[in-house]
């Protein structure tokens, strides 16, 4: 039996990237350093094959070929960031002209093909020059980011159909300050609850300043929601996958659609004094300018068990007191990466968003399979990646299925639309529709971004079942 996956009508369909991924840096550019531009300055050798920030996918000077290359593979949908950077390289003061030209060029490219144009402020990427004044443990951060988000909407919200205040905020939390890969690379939980809590309220004053400016122009967050299943129904199992929820997933979520934090979360910060230094006028900020909608990010699930560390007065507090990780046996795996793959968290995540956030607007803003050697899978000048299509063709249904019982989504964008710079790893997994050659940055089709143009034109695809 054939089943046709029909999407609703006006459903998106894209792709998402962001500046420090692909854009590079181009002498006299006016590009100012960035935490990653610094990192990789003093630590190259942590950077796999000791590959940096400085070329990524030469966006900024390719911009048209790959704006043609949206495109052809069906894209009416594209997510990418500015980089704070390179619009006001000291992350206060004067910006950077050059910077401004080719932001409204590439939007305008973008716009005048018909694509939405969805632009994020934020990629993990902060001028470094506010990194050395105490990054984002510093609140004084928080007034920076609020003027540069100012100043990117009086530029460019002509050109933008919405905006997005952070990509994955919880990400810099976990790998920077209770994990060693992203900078500063330092393991403190009171200063990762700092940065966390100066993320939330830095986003709030964003969708504040937003509607300020333009009070019909929607603004979302971008959030990694990795739902947390237990290893088993004992309630040890069931707290750490609770507490691991409240960590990864929660503590953004909550505030950012409901506009408040969650109870035990509190408690949690209280008992083991993690609690950041808030006022109440900040609270009300962020009470009051909760998200027009929301982007969900979503690879693999989070599986846990009881912890097996138990904490010690004097301890370096870390996750790994409150839940440990689970192998789950005979999961389905992308041998190329070693992530699960389970297709169902993206159903599970929709019926969470419909039954206990009041069924917000969102969409599927990153999903992706990342692939290590990938030029082994061409024929014929093309690569065949057959895998990449099966993996998008399972989370689809899935997501179907989530829309089907009621859940308010309204498009679905992979990462990404070509393959990009990506941090630590750099260019050791591909993720692309389009294959870039690193040496001569060529880019090519790759079968996928084939297959996709058409699942965008029929508004979904057909599956023998």
Same mark, same amino acid.
């Given at each position: ?10 459903? %998106?369909?894209?792709s ?6 692909s854009?590079g840096?181009?002498?006299g ?11 990789y ?7 796999h094959g000791q590959?940096?920030?400085?070329q ?5 000077k390719?911009?048209?070929q ?19 950077? #390179? ?12 910077a401004?030209?080719?932001? #409204?060029? +590439? ?6 093909r ?9 990629h993990?990427?902060?001028p ?20 540069y988000?100012r100043?990117c ?13 952070f ?11 209770? @994990? ?9 939980a009171?200063?990762a +609850?700092?940065v966390?809590?100066h993320t ?5 004053l964003a ?8 009070p019909d122009?929607k603004?979302?967050? +971008?959030?990694? %929601? ?10 040890a199992?069931?707290?750490?996958a609770r507490?691991?929820e ?18 035990? %979360? ?20 962020i009470a009051r300018?909760t998200?027009?909608?929301?982007? +969900? ?7 846990? =068990?009881?912890?097996?560390?138990t904490?010690?007065e004097?301890d =370096? ?11 789950l ?9 070693g ?12 019926l ?5 956030? @009041?069924?917000?607007?969102?969409l ?12 082994t899978?061409?024929?014929?000048g093309r690569?065949?990646?057959d ?7 399972g ?10 019982? @009621?859940?308010?989504?309204k498009g679905?964008?992979m990462w990404?639309f ?20 690193y040496?001569? =940055? ?8 084939l ?6 034109r ?8």
């Open positions: 039996m054939i089943k046709d996956y029909r999407f609703p009508a006006g459903f %998106l369909w894209g998402s990237t962001s500046g420090p991924q854009e840096i181009e002498a550019d006016g590009k100012g350093m960035s935490n990653w531009d610094y990192w300055s003093i630590e190259p050798e942590r950077f590959i940096g920030p400085e990524t996918s030469t966006f900024y390719n911009f048209a790959d704006v043609d290359l949206l495109v052809e593979t069906g894209h009416t949908v594209f997510r990418t960031s500015i980089q704070w950077s #390179r619009l006001i390289p000291q992350g206060r003061g004067e910006i950077n002209q050059p401004v030209n080719f932001y #409204r060029q +590439v939007f305008q490219a973008i716009r005048e018909g694509i939405q144009l969805y632009v994020n402020l934020y993990f990427d902060l470094y020059a506010l990194q050395e004044e105490g990054g984002w443990e510093s609140k004084e951060i928080v007034w920076a980011y609020e003027a988000a100043t909407f009086q530029l460019f919200d002509d050109l933008v159909d919405r905006w997005i205040t990509n994955e905020p919880i990400v810099p939390v976990e790998c920077g300050y209770l @994990g060693t890969c992203h900078y500063p690379a330092k393991v403190d009171k200063a +609850v700092a966390a809590y939330q309220l830095a986003s709030a969708v504040q300043a937003c509607h300020a400016h333009n122009k603004i979302a967050i +971008v959030l990694n %929601l990795t739902p947390a299943y237990a290893k088993s129904q004992d309630p199992d069931q707290k750490a507490i691991a409240l960590f990864q997933t929660r503590s953004f979520l909550d505030p950012s659609l409901q506009g408040s934090y969650p109870d035990e %979360l509190l408690d949690l910060l209280e008992e083991y004094g993690l609690q950041p230094q808030v006022t109440d006028e900040e609270l009300e900020v300018n998200v027009d909608f929301l982007g +969900v990010n979503y690879y693999q699930p989070l599986r846990v =068990q009881a912890p097996s560390l904490y010690q004097g =370096q507090l870390l996750p790994d007191h409150f839940f440990a990780p689970y192998d046996p005979g999961k389905k795996i992308n041998p190329h990466r992530w699960e793959i389970y297709e169902q968290g993206l159903y599970d995540i929709a969470n968003l419909r039954d206990n956030y @009041g069924n917000p607007e969102w599927v803003t990153e999903n992706g399979m990342g692939v290590e050697g990938e030029e899978f061409r024929d014929q690569i065949q990646d895998y990449r299509i099966d993996f998008i063709k989370h689809l249904k899935e997501l179907h299925r989530g829309i089907e019982a @009621g859940s308010n989504c679905y964008m990404t070509i393959d990009c710079w990506s941090w630590l790893n750099a260019y050791k997994n591909r993720y692309g529709f389009v294959e870039l050659d040496e001569s =940055q060529e880019r090519r089709l790759k079968k996928s971004g297959w996709f143009k058409d699942v965008s029929r508004n979904g695809f057909l599956e023998e079942e």
